[in-house]
Every structure is written in structure tokens, then in C-alpha cells.
Nanobody
Framework: VVPRVESGGGSVQTGGSLTLSCEVPSDIYGDYCMAWFRQQPGKEREAVATLRNADMTTDTRHVDSVTGRFTISIDNAKNTLYLQMDNLKPEDAATYYC??????????????????WGSGTQVAVSS
């Protein structure tokens, strides 16, 4: 499986914004669940947002801790998954990963349900 390539991480101050991007190779493009996860040192990997793009519709969901601040989206023409992160908080600092997995409705939040992962991009938020 070709790893996904993330980009867009960096360091911002509290309240700042970042946009993460993830190239999604065409060999898995189509009716798949895609997601952004994050992991802080010593903690388990947790879902941030999921997206399923199929049947001419796009279904998204965001976990409560980021709802209203983060937005997952996809550019079909560019085969790119995005995570727009606004009003960042220190607790958002983590390594962020994009992932892809078999279709499901809704897309799962468990990391074990995804079988293709990027190498991660780091996000730092200073207070």
C-alpha cells in the first residue's frame, strides 16, 4: 500500500490556523473512508474527523473537541484530503496522520479500522 503523504504542519500561537493536506493516490480513491487522526506523546491515536466520498455525496463528521474549529474536506480534482484547523489550542498540539480504509457508514473512529496511513506531520501550538 502506498503511504499517504501529509503536509502543512508547523508551529502557531494559540488562536492561529493551519491547513493540513494529504495526497490520496488514485489506487485507493473512490468509495473509501478517509480520516485525520492525531497522537500526542504517551497517548493513544485518536480520530479528529472522517470523510466518505461516494455516490455523488460527501459525508463528514468531526469529534466534539474540534467541532466548529476544524473542517475536513476533499478536492476530487487534486486527489487531496484537507484538514482546516482554526482557533488552535495548545491541546491540539500533536502529530497528525491521514488514513484511508474500507467504506462504512458512518466512517469509523477506531484507528484499527483503517489500513493505509501516512507518516504524519507535526503541529505545535504555543500559548
Amino acid at each position: 500500500v502506498v503511504p499517504r503523504v501529509e503536509s502543512g504542519g508547523g508551529s502557531v500561537q494559540t488562536g492561529g490556523s493551519l491547513t493540513l493536506s494529504c495526497e490520496v493516490p488514485s489506487d485507493i480513491y473512490g468509495d473509501y473512508c478517509m480520516a485525520w487522526f492525531r497522537q500526542q506523546p504517551g497517548k493513544e491515536r485518536e480520530a479528529v474527523a472522517t470523510l466518505r466520498n461516494a455516490d455523488m455525496t460527501t459525508d463528514t463528521r468531526h469529534v466534539d473537541s474540534v467541532t466548529g474549529r476544524f473542517t475536513i474536506s476533499i478536492d476530487n480534482a487534486k486527489n487531496t484530503l484537507y484538514l482546516q484547523m482554526d482557533n488552535l489550542k495548545p491541546e491540539d498540539a500533536a502529530t497528525y496522520y491521514c488514513a484511508a480504509g474500507p467504506p462504512s457508514r458512518p466512517c469509523p473512529l477506531e484507528p484499527s479500522k483503517y489500513n493505509s496511513w501516512g507518516s504524519g506531520t507535526q503541529v505545535a501550538v504555543s500559548s
